[in-house]
Protein backbone atom coordinates (compact mmCIF):
# COMPACT_ATOMS: atom_id res chain seq x y z
CA UNK A 1 0.00 0.00 0.00
CA UNK A 2 1.32 3.72 -1.38
CA UNK A 3 1.36 5.56 1.96
CA UNK A 4 3.49 8.84 0.56
CA UNK A 5 3.42 10.19 -3.16
CA UNK A 6 6.69 11.11 -4.67
CA UNK A 7 6.05 14.05 -6.98
CA UNK A 8 8.13 13.00 -10.38
CA UNK A 9 8.64 14.78 -13.79
CA UNK A 10 8.31 18.47 -12.93
CA UNK A 11 10.12 21.29 -10.93
CA UNK A 12 10.09 23.58 -8.60
CA UNK A 13 9.43 27.13 -9.88
CA UNK A 14 8.65 30.23 -8.01
CA UNK A 15 5.26 32.23 -8.93
CA UNK A 16 3.42 34.64 -7.02
CA UNK A 17 0.31 32.66 -5.55
CA UNK A 18 -2.85 33.78 -4.30
CA UNK A 19 -3.66 33.01 -0.69
CA UNK A 20 -7.25 32.81 0.87
CA UNK A 21 -7.29 34.92 3.85
CA UNK A 22 -8.49 31.61 5.92
CA UNK A 23 -4.52 30.67 5.67
CA UNK A 24 -2.57 32.84 7.75
CA UNK A 25 1.11 34.03 7.34
CA UNK A 26 1.92 31.59 10.59
CA UNK A 27 0.80 28.82 8.55
CA UNK A 28 2.78 29.72 5.59
CA UNK A 29 5.73 30.27 7.45
CA UNK A 30 5.40 27.02 9.08
CA UNK A 31 5.14 25.44 5.78
CA UNK A 32 7.97 27.14 4.55
CA UNK A 33 10.40 25.92 7.05
CA UNK A 34 9.50 22.50 6.21
CA UNK A 35 11.77 22.65 2.82
CA UNK A 36 9.09 21.08 0.98
CA UNK A 37 7.49 22.22 -2.37
CA UNK A 38 3.65 22.89 -2.54
CA UNK A 39 1.96 21.15 -5.17
CA UNK A 40 -0.85 22.76 -6.86
CA UNK A 41 -3.91 21.60 -9.21
CA UNK A 42 -2.10 21.06 -12.49
CA UNK A 43 -5.80 21.44 -14.05
CA UNK A 44 -6.16 24.93 -12.60
CA UNK A 45 -2.47 26.11 -13.18
CA UNK A 46 -3.24 24.88 -16.99
CA UNK A 47 -6.17 27.28 -17.10
CA UNK A 48 -3.96 30.27 -16.38
CA UNK A 49 -1.13 29.56 -18.67
CA UNK A 50 -2.72 28.71 -21.95
CA UNK A 51 -4.26 31.84 -21.60
CA UNK A 52 -1.92 33.80 -23.96
CA UNK A 53 -1.53 31.28 -26.48
CA UNK A 54 -5.77 31.34 -26.48
CA UNK A 55 -5.81 35.08 -26.83
CA UNK A 56 -3.22 34.94 -29.64
CA UNK A 57 -5.60 32.23 -31.38
CA UNK A 58 -8.84 33.94 -30.46
CA UNK A 59 -7.53 37.25 -31.59
CA UNK A 60 -8.23 39.33 -28.79
CA UNK A 61 -7.87 39.85 -25.10
CA UNK A 62 -9.06 36.79 -21.85
CA UNK A 63 -9.51 36.40 -18.73
CA UNK A 64 -9.75 33.46 -16.43
CA UNK A 65 -13.63 33.50 -15.43
CA UNK A 66 -14.51 29.87 -13.59
CA UNK A 67 -17.85 30.89 -14.80
CA UNK A 68 -20.68 27.53 -14.39
CA UNK A 69 -19.46 25.95 -17.98
CA UNK A 70 -16.53 27.42 -18.96
CA UNK A 71 -12.95 28.94 -17.67
CA UNK A 72 -12.54 31.19 -20.20
CA UNK A 73 -14.21 34.35 -21.66
CA UNK A 74 -12.40 36.45 -24.72
CA UNK A 75 -13.79 39.71 -26.01
CA UNK A 76 -16.59 39.88 -23.87
CA UNK A 77 -17.95 36.93 -26.28
CA UNK A 78 -16.36 34.01 -26.49
CA UNK A 79 -16.76 31.57 -24.00
CA UNK A 80 -14.05 28.70 -23.51
CA UNK A 81 -14.08 25.35 -21.33
CA UNK A 82 -10.47 24.65 -20.88
CA UNK A 83 -9.38 20.58 -20.13
CA UNK A 84 -5.78 19.55 -18.85
CA UNK A 85 -5.89 15.92 -20.00
CA UNK A 86 -4.28 13.13 -17.50
CA UNK A 87 -1.52 11.32 -19.81
CA UNK A 88 -1.79 7.41 -19.36
CA UNK A 89 0.21 4.76 -20.79
CA UNK A 90 -1.48 4.91 -23.94
CA UNK A 91 -4.55 7.60 -23.42
CA UNK A 92 -4.89 10.83 -22.52
CA UNK A 93 -8.02 11.79 -20.82
CA UNK A 94 -10.32 14.36 -19.93
CA UNK A 95 -12.73 14.36 -16.99
CA UNK A 96 -16.14 16.18 -16.42
CA UNK A 97 -16.79 17.27 -19.88
CA UNK A 98 -20.40 15.95 -20.38
CA UNK A 99 -24.01 17.25 -20.52
CA UNK A 100 -22.81 19.63 -17.64
CA UNK A 101 -20.61 21.97 -20.34
CA UNK A 102 -22.97 21.49 -23.14
CA UNK A 103 -24.59 24.92 -24.54
CA UNK A 104 -22.85 26.95 -22.12
CA UNK A 105 -19.39 27.21 -23.74
CA UNK A 106 -19.02 28.35 -27.15
CA UNK A 107 -15.07 26.56 -27.40
CA UNK A 108 -13.27 23.57 -25.69
CA UNK A 109 -9.73 23.19 -25.47
CA UNK A 110 -7.38 20.51 -24.56
CA UNK A 111 -4.26 21.17 -23.11
CA UNK A 112 -2.18 17.95 -24.53
CA UNK A 113 1.03 17.44 -22.90
CA UNK A 114 2.56 15.07 -24.65
CA UNK A 115 1.56 16.38 -28.44
CA UNK A 116 3.19 19.78 -27.02
CA UNK A 117 -0.39 21.15 -27.89
CA UNK A 118 -3.32 23.06 -27.28
CA UNK A 119 -6.44 21.69 -29.22
CA UNK A 120 -9.19 24.16 -29.82
CA UNK A 121 -12.79 22.67 -31.14
CA UNK A 122 -16.10 24.34 -31.45
CA UNK A 123 -17.78 23.00 -28.05
CA UNK A 124 -21.16 22.04 -30.91
CA UNK A 125 -18.84 20.06 -33.04
CA UNK A 126 -17.24 17.95 -29.85
CA UNK A 127 -20.71 16.81 -28.38
CA UNK A 128 -21.71 15.77 -32.26
CA UNK A 129 -18.93 13.68 -32.35
CA UNK A 130 -17.29 12.98 -29.43
CA UNK A 131 -17.93 9.56 -27.48
CA UNK A 132 -17.91 10.30 -23.98
CA UNK A 133 -17.13 7.80 -21.33
CA UNK A 134 -19.20 7.44 -18.10
CA UNK A 135 -16.51 7.27 -14.39
CA UNK A 136 -18.72 6.00 -12.27
CA UNK A 137 -15.82 6.28 -9.33
CA UNK A 138 -16.10 9.95 -10.22
CA UNK A 139 -19.45 10.40 -11.19
CA UNK A 140 -18.77 12.06 -14.36
CA UNK A 141 -18.22 11.70 -18.06
CA UNK A 142 -14.65 11.73 -19.80
CA UNK A 143 -13.26 11.83 -23.16
CA UNK A 144 -10.46 9.97 -24.50
CA UNK A 145 -7.43 10.70 -26.43
CA UNK A 146 -4.24 8.67 -27.42
CA UNK A 147 -1.62 10.17 -26.10
CA UNK A 148 0.68 10.41 -29.01
CA UNK A 149 -2.51 12.02 -31.62
CA UNK A 150 -1.40 9.40 -34.11
CA UNK A 151 -4.42 7.00 -35.66
CA UNK A 152 -1.86 4.69 -37.11
CA UNK A 153 0.60 2.58 -34.98
CA UNK A 154 1.32 -0.40 -32.42
CA UNK A 155 -1.83 -0.43 -30.19
CA UNK A 156 -4.29 1.28 -32.28
CA UNK A 157 -7.89 -0.15 -32.58
CA UNK A 158 -9.25 0.93 -35.84
CA UNK A 159 -13.10 2.57 -34.48
CA UNK A 160 -12.40 2.07 -30.89
CA UNK A 161 -13.57 5.62 -28.76
CA UNK A 162 -10.28 6.43 -28.39
CA UNK A 163 -9.18 6.34 -32.01
CA UNK A 164 -12.34 8.40 -33.02
CA UNK A 165 -11.92 10.89 -30.39
CA UNK A 166 -8.39 10.96 -31.46
CA UNK A 167 -9.61 11.21 -35.46
CA UNK A 168 -12.25 14.00 -34.17
CA UNK A 169 -9.57 16.41 -32.84
CA UNK A 170 -7.54 15.86 -35.93
CA UNK A 171 -10.12 16.68 -38.18
CA UNK A 172 -12.26 19.18 -36.77
CA UNK A 173 -9.74 21.14 -34.02
CA UNK A 174 -7.07 24.20 -34.64
CA UNK A 175 -3.62 23.03 -33.56
CA UNK A 176 -1.77 25.42 -30.89
CA UNK A 177 1.77 24.44 -30.67
CA UNK A 178 3.49 25.38 -27.43
Known amino acids: MNTHRQQKNGRVVMMPVYVSDHITDEMLDLFLQSGEAMTINAGKLSEQVVLPYLENHFKCKGQ ?4 DGYDHLFGGAIRNEHKKLAI ?3 SAA ?3 IGANKQGKCDTISFHHAT ?4 YVIDSNTFFEHAI ?4 K ?3 CWDVNFYNDMQLIGKGKRIGCNA ?3 TEMLIKHADKISI
Open 64 to 67: VVDA
Open 88 to 90: RKT
Open 94 to 96: AKN
Open 115 to 118: ASAI
Open 132 to 135: LNYD
Open 137 to 139: TGN
Open 163 to 165: WKN
